[in-house]
């Protein structure tokens, strides 16, 4: 079994920063990619960013340049870091990792989320 916990929500003024963390736990073989995405009240889930077992990082067009996805491997570990954040930025987070696990199987993994809220 694999488990995501993600931290690092919180209340935050608009224009300030915070960083999210997600850490993977388990029978863990390899992770393949990892992502954030965020689901704000009312919409969708939608992608964050991406970052690939190279490095390769991918972000959603309006959020590249303000939000930094990065990890450790060896923590198992993905991080986003967010900066001049908006208001429209208020959304639970929620972390994916594509795992494979000790029985060799490959398949997504979810966190539960973590609560960001930008308000002054």
């Known amino acids: 079994q694999v488990q995501l916990v993600e931290s690092g929500g919180d209340l935050v003024q608009p224009g300030g920063s915070l960083t999210l963390s997600c850490a993977a736990s388990?029978?863990?073989?390899?992770?393949?990619?990892m992502a954030w995405y965020r689901q704000a009240p009312g919409k969708e889930r939608d992608l964050v960013a991406t970052?690939?077992?190279?490095?390769?990082?991918n972000y959603a067009g309006s959020l590249k340049g303000r939000f930094t996805i990065s990890s450790d491997k060896a923590k198992k570990t993905v991080y986003l870091q967010m900066n001049s954040l908006k208001p429209e930025d208020t959304a639970v987070y929620y972390c994916?990792?594509?795992?494979?696990?000790?029985?060799?199987?490959?398949?997504?993994?979810w966190g539960r989320g973590t609560l960001v809220t930008v308000s002054s």
């Open positions: 994916k990792m594509a795992v494979t696990d000790s029985s060799y199987y490959g398949r997504d993994y």
């Open positions: 388990g029978s863990i073989v390899s992770i393949n990619s």
């Open positions: 970052i690939a077992s190279d490095g390769t990082t």
